[in-house]
Nanobody, 127 residues
Framework: QVQLVESGGGLVQFGGSRRLSCAAS????????MGWFRQAPGKEREFVAA????????NYADSVKGRFTISRDNPKNTVYLQMSSLKPEDTAVYYC????????????????????WGQGTQVTVSS
């Protein structure tokens, strides 16, 4: 069983930056493809970014491309989401997810392919 714990959420001003972290345990971290999703009030959970097991491949939603960066530190069992140029529409609960069945260089985009989820961390962007 994989446990995921997000941190780093909070209140940010329009145009500001924030870095989210997700610490994983319970399985060799380099065997997990990782992703970030978010869910705003009244909306479905949506894909934000994903990174392959090796960290060599990434993928982003169009809405965050050029503003957000996903990265991972396998020795530290942690995946990060660096967010910049934040907008009010980025306000959401951000979730970390892990896919334990991916190949080393592939990214997982579909929410249905993730096996494990964190509890989420709230990010609020004030205008």
């Amino acid at each position: 069983q994989v446990q995921l714990v997000e941190s780093g959420g909070g209140l940010v001003q329009f145009g500001g930056s924030r870095r989210l972290s997700c610490a994983a345990s319970g399985r060799t971290f380099s065997s997990l493809a990782m992703g970030w999703f978010r869910q705003a009030p009244g909306k479905e959970r949506e894909f934000v970014a994903a990174i392959s097991r090796s960290g060599s491949t990434t993928n982003y939603a169009d809405s965050v491309k050029g503003r957000f960066t996903i990265s991972r530190d396998n020795p530290k069992n942690t995946v990060y989401l660096q967010m910049s140029s934040l907008k009010p529409e980025d306000t959401a609960v951000y979730y970390c997810a892990a896919d334990g069945r991916s190949t080393p260089w592939s990214v997982t985009v579909s929410i249905h392919e993730y096996d494990y989820w964190g509890q989420g961390t709230q990010v609020t962007v004030s205008s």
